[in-house]
């Protein structure tokens, strides 16, 4: 009945309001196996919008008669692009020249947002581990979010974990401050190894807008440090769900002029398309992608281009009008993806019930 795997791993790329495909692909999946996402993944990661929905996906309902299970369905998580995009990339009014250079959205309504999504939840309390990366740029360092409590800080030269005292909203906060669009989120923290008691922290995206390798290192990482066994490749499946790859072109005979102004937007996107796409392309070399008589499938990857016509793959584009073409493109990787969609729900539901039983 189905292989059993020691770790399911999910990973949600960022990409701002783009996050409602992702979104509507795990609403596809849930409908489809009748389980929520939480039960049938044991790690989830997810940077930026990924993260907020990492985030809402693993939220331990408010309700306390319900035991372990999440707050939202993945249904709910659509509707709360279409319902608050525009609150959250909420621009400011420019008054004076000045005001240009300025980030370009209030993080207010944003912030007011993801505390009435994700409450007072602790990270800890999350039902699955989950796995959110920022950056600092202070310590100009990795700063990862993690409901491991072992993780509590352990930190190096390289990189941060931390996880106690930190609650959902704050490193939904952490992982979306996008730079340009939003100002570094600034978290405070008693930690003793930060010199002004905070964190500068910016969108994970910079260095890790697909989680997907990072998730699986650190789902072995746990894994050894909970059963002192090796996770193998093999006994990992590992699901990837991108927000729209960018098809827009640069120009040679253009770009050959710009400066520093010029690039900032167009630098920003190409890190992180380039990023996501490079990460997929190594995990598709080195998992399993096509079930045979010796190995399951262990690796799904759900991906699409986005056109650039009337701004459809800017990562801040709320409008009504993009929010329909998003849904659109989300119902056609469902379409387009089909056969590895119910292939991959069938693995979830039999591997599941096989962990259950």
Not at 180 to 206: C, N
Request: aromatic letters at 10%; a negative charge; proline letters at 4%.
């Amino acid at each position: 009945m189905g292989t059993k795997f020691k770790r399911r791993i999910l990973s949600i790329d960022g990409g701002g309001i783009r996050g409602i495909i992702p979104a509507i692909v795990l609403n596809y999946i849930e409908e489809r196996t009748g389980k929520r996402i939480a039960t049938m993944f044991d790690f989830i990661a997810g940077t930026s919008t990924g993260g907020i929905l990492a985030l809402g996906l693993t939220r331990k309902n408010s309700d306390s008669s319900i035991n372990n299970e999440p707050e939202y369905t993945a249904a709910e998580l659509v509707n709360f692009y279409r319902k608050y995009g525009q609150k959250i990339f909420n621009e400011y009014v420019p008054l004076d020249l000045d005001d240009f250079v300025q980030p370009k959205h209030n993080p207010k309504g944003r912030q007011e947002v993801l505390k009435d999504l994700l409450g007072e939840a602790k990270l800890e309390d999350a039902l699955r581990e989950i796995f959110i990366p920022s950056y600092d740029i202070e310590l100009r360092a990795p700063i990862f979010f993690t409901s491991n409590p072992d993780a509590e800080e352990i930190e190096n030269f390289y990189s941060r974990k931390v996880c106690t005292g930190f609650k959902m909203w704050e490193a939904a906060m952490a992982t979306s401050a996008a730079p340009t669009f939003f100002p570094p989120y600034q978290l405070a923290t008693t930690h003793h190894h930060t010199d002004d008691g905070y964190y500068a922290l910016v969108d994970g995206g910079v260095f890790a807008n697909n989680p997907s390798s990072l998730a699986m290192m650190e789902a072995m990482i746990s894994y050894k440090k909970k059963t002192d066994e090796e996770l193998h490749r093999k006994d990992t499946l590992v699901v990837s769900l991108g927000t729209g790859s960018l098809t827009k072109k640069y120009k040679y005979r253009d770009a050959k002029n710009w400066g520093q102004i010029k690039w900032v937007l167009p630098l920003l996107n190409v890190v992180l398309d380039g990023q996501s796409e490079s990460v997929a392309y190594q995990l598709d070399q080195l998992m399993v992608t096509k079930k045979d008589k010796e190995n399951t499938r262990n690796y799904y990857r759900f991906q699409l281009p986005l056109s650039s016509d009337n701004g459809h793959d800017q990562i801040d584009n709320a409008s009504p009008s993009n929010i329909e073409y998003l849904e659109e493109r989300g119902e056609k990787l469902i379409e387009h993806s089909k056969k590895d969609l119910d292939e991959l729900c069938k693995l979830l539901k039999e591997d599941t019930e096989l962990y259950s039983n």
